[in-house]
C-alpha cells in the first residue's frame, strides 16, 4: 500500500492506540510526549518510524464524508503551528486531531468509547433500569474501520 497524504494513521499501543496524520515524505503530525509526562505533550511532525514506536500501522477507513486531502494536510499544519497545541487527555488528544484534519470534527472514538463504558458502570452499580443501560451501550457507534496495513510504500 502506499501511504498517501492526509491518511489517518493508527497505531496499537498497550491500552489505547496512537493516532496522526500523514504528510508524504516519511513525515507525520501528531500528538507526542514522553508517557510518564503527557501534559507536556505537544504536536509534534516525526518520521513513519518515530510515529508507530515498534508498533503496527493501520490506517483508519471513514464511512462518512472526509475532507479532500489538501484541506485534511493544511489543517495538521495549522495545529502544528500552535492553533491547537495544549494537550488533555479527554478533551485534546492525538485521535482529536487527527478526526479534526480528516473529517472536520474534533472527536475521539476512545474517549465516546471509554466515556460510554463508564458511564454504564455507573448507571448499573446504581441500579438504573436495564433497559437505560443497554441504550447507553447502543448508544456507541463508528463510523469508520482501522486497517492493518501490512507492508508500505512511502508516498
Same mark, same amino acid.
Not at 96 to 107: M, N, Q, S
Given at each position: ?15 489505547? $492506540? @496512537? @493516532?496522526?496524520?500523514?504528510? %508524504? ?6 500528538? $507526542?510526549?514522553? !508517557? ?7 504536536? *509534534?511532525?516525526? +518520521?513513519?518510524?518515530?510515529?508507530l514506536? %515498534?508498533s ?8 462518512? /464524508? ?5 484541506? $485534511? ?8 503551528d %500552535?492553533?491547537?497545541?495544549?494537550? @488533555?487527555?479527554?478533551?485534546? +488528544? ?5 478526526t ?6 474534533? /472527536?475521539? &472514538?476512545?474517549?465516546?468509547? @471509554?466515556?460510554? $463504558? ?11 433500569? !436495564? ?9 456507541y457507534? *463508528? &463510523?469508520?474501520? /482501522? ?7 512511502? %508516498?
Amino acid at each position: 500500500m502506499e501511504l498517501l497524504p492526509s491518511y489517518h494513521l493508527v497505531a496499537p499501543r498497550p491500552g489505547f $492506540t @496512537h @493516532h496522526g496524520i500523514y504528510m %508524504g515524505h516519511g513525515e507525520v503530525i501528531h500528538f $507526542t510526549g514522553e !508517557p510518564a509526562r503527557k501534559r507536556e505533550a505537544s504536536i *509534534r511532525r516525526t +518520521n513513519v518510524n518515530g510515529f508507530l514506536d %515498534g508498533s503496527q500501522l493501520m490506517v483508519r477507513e471513514y464511512y462518512v /464524508d472526509i475532507l479532500p486531502a489538501s484541506e $485534511t494536510c493544511r489543517l495538521a499544519r495549522e495545529l502544528l503551528d %500552535g492553533r491547537q497545541s495544549r494537550y @488533555h487527555l479527554v478533551a485534546s +488528544n492525538c485521535e482529536h486531531l487527527a478526526t479534526f484534519c480528516k473529517v472536520g470534527i474534533w /472527536d475521539s &472514538d476512545q474517549v465516546r468509547f @471509554h466515556g460510554g $463504558t463508564l458511564a454504564a458502570g455507573l448507571l448499573s452499580a446504581i441500579r438504573m433500569d !436495564p433497559a437505560i443501560l443497554l441504550g447507553t451501550l447502543l448508544a456507541y457507534r *463508528r &463510523d469508520f474501520v /482501522d486497517v492493518v496495513v501490512g507492508s508500505y510504500t512511502l %508516498g
